[in-house]
């Protein structure tokens, strides 16, 4: 069942809460693929009903021409979602009416790397986020580990809030050459598409260096040399951080999780990926 305004989800959501029924909410912007439908399983493992949401929110993109480029395939997507219980498709101006003024910051995680090059995207982002919690109710919402620092935003800004929603993350998945799979991918052209998964490869070629006790810096700066050999740029960062504050590591420290993570684009479409060191 396709729910276009807050009204509709909220009256469905109420029968179902009458019911004694959890929520579970699968946030999207759309141009779903297998790693948006493991998600959506796992929702449904947990729920009793399952809200996937699919909105392309203008406010978490600080490049128009991103905004106007990022693929949208409704009706594919609506079809790919024929077991959930409600799918949330709402209008830009529902979900922000004329006098909307509200936005929710985040310090300090928000800054380092993505923050540092997409000025306001995490802002947007919690804000929508934090919106369609309170729209929908949900008890349990499923985010992918892909966005690593978007997940850490959000369990930070859930908890720093009091929002009674309990976060559950899930693995990225991965096309058989490595590859995260992502949405951003369809707009890789044939050439590059080849090459993409270079990106995951020398993320794990670096991560082994560093656990073999090559000294973090160099090892960087090695991975970075590796992505502009084939092609990558420009590299907005390939950085090794404690994994849940995001602080950068200078060495590694025992008990401490690093986790590596990078963004650079291919061809002009910027690719971000993440792994555990
Ligand atoms: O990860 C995404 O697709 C988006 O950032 C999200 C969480 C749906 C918010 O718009």
Redesign the pocket.
């Known amino acids: 069942m396709i729910l276009r305004d807050s009204a509709a989800l909220r009256s469905r959501v109420t029968e179902w809460k009458k019911t004694g029924a959890s929520i579970g909410l699968v946030?999207?912007?759309g141009a779903l693929h297998e790693g948006h439908l493991s998600l959506v399983r796992a929702a449904q493992a947990e729920c009793a009903r399952v809200i996937v949401?699919i909105?392309?929110?203008p406010t978490?993109f600080n490049n128009a021409h991103d905004l106007a480029n990022y693929p949208r395939s409704e009706a594919a997507d609506v079809a790919l979602l024929a077991g959930v219980d409600g799918i949330f498709i709402p209008t830009v101006e529902a979900m922000y009416p004329e006098g909307y003024s509200t936005s929710v910051q985040v310090s300090g995680l928000t800054d380092r790397l993505e923050g540092a090059h997409r000025p306001g995207h995490f802002s947007?982002?919690a804000t929508?986020?934090t919106k369609?919690f309170g729209m929908s109710g949900a008890d349990r919402a499923y985010?992918?580990e892909k966005?690593w620092q978007?997940l850490q935003i959000?369990r930070r800004f859930t908890q720093d809030l009091n929002l009674p929603v309990s976060i559950t993350s899930c693995p990225t998945l991965r096309e058989a050459d490595g590859l995260a799979l992502s949405?951003r991918n369809r707009r890789l052209p044939e050439a590059a598409r080849l090459r993409a998964p270079r990106l995951h490869a020398i993320m794990q070629e670096t991560a082994w260096a560093i656990r073999a006790g090559r000294p973090i810096a160099a090892a960087l700066t090695a991975g970075e040399a590796d992505l502009e050999a084939v092609g990558f740029g420009p590299i907005d960062y390939l950085a090794c951080c404690d994994a849940q504050t995001l602080m950068p590591a200078r060495e590694m420290t025992p008990g401490q999780t690093l986790r590596l993570l990078a963004a650079a684009a291919l061809d002009s479409v910027r690719l971000i990926d993440n792994i555990v060191i």
């Open positions: 946030p999207t912007m949401s909105f392309v929110n978490q947007g982002m929508v986020v369609l985010f992918g966005d978007q959000i949405s």
